[in-house]
Nanobody, 116 residues
């Protein structure tokens, strides 16, 4: 069973930045596609970004493109989400996701609150 754990959430003013981290407990981290999702109050969980295990290519939701950057450090079994130019609508619980062979592993989430 793979465990993933997020950290780095918090309260920030609009226009500010945060960096989320997600550590995974697996020796085969480099074979997992890693991603970030978020869920705002009263809304469904939505895709934010992911990074391919094979190419390292990132993919982003249109709503965060140009503001967020996903990256991974396979030596540290960690994926990051650098969030810049934050907006109040980015307020949500952010979840880390690891996927391999169609099996998803989720973290408990970390809260991000962006004040206007």
């Amino acid at each position: 069973q793979v465990q993933v754990e997020e950290s780095g959430g918090g309260l920030v003013q609009a226009g500010g930045s945060l960096r989320l981290s997600c550590a995974a407990s697996t020796r085969t981290f480099s074979t997992y596609t890693m991603g970030w999702f978020r869920q705002a109050p009263g809304k469904e969980r939505e895709f934010v970004a992911r990074i391919s295990w094979s190419t390292g290519n990132p993919y982003y939701a249109d709503s965060v493109k140009g503001r967020f950057t996903i990256s991974r450090d396979n030596a540290k079994n960690t994926v990051y989400l650098q969030m810049n130019s934050l907006k109040p609508e980015d307020t949500a619980v952010y979840y880390c996701n690891g996927n391999r062979y169609g099996i998803n592993y989720w973290g408990q989430g970390t809260q991000v609150i962006v004040s206007a």
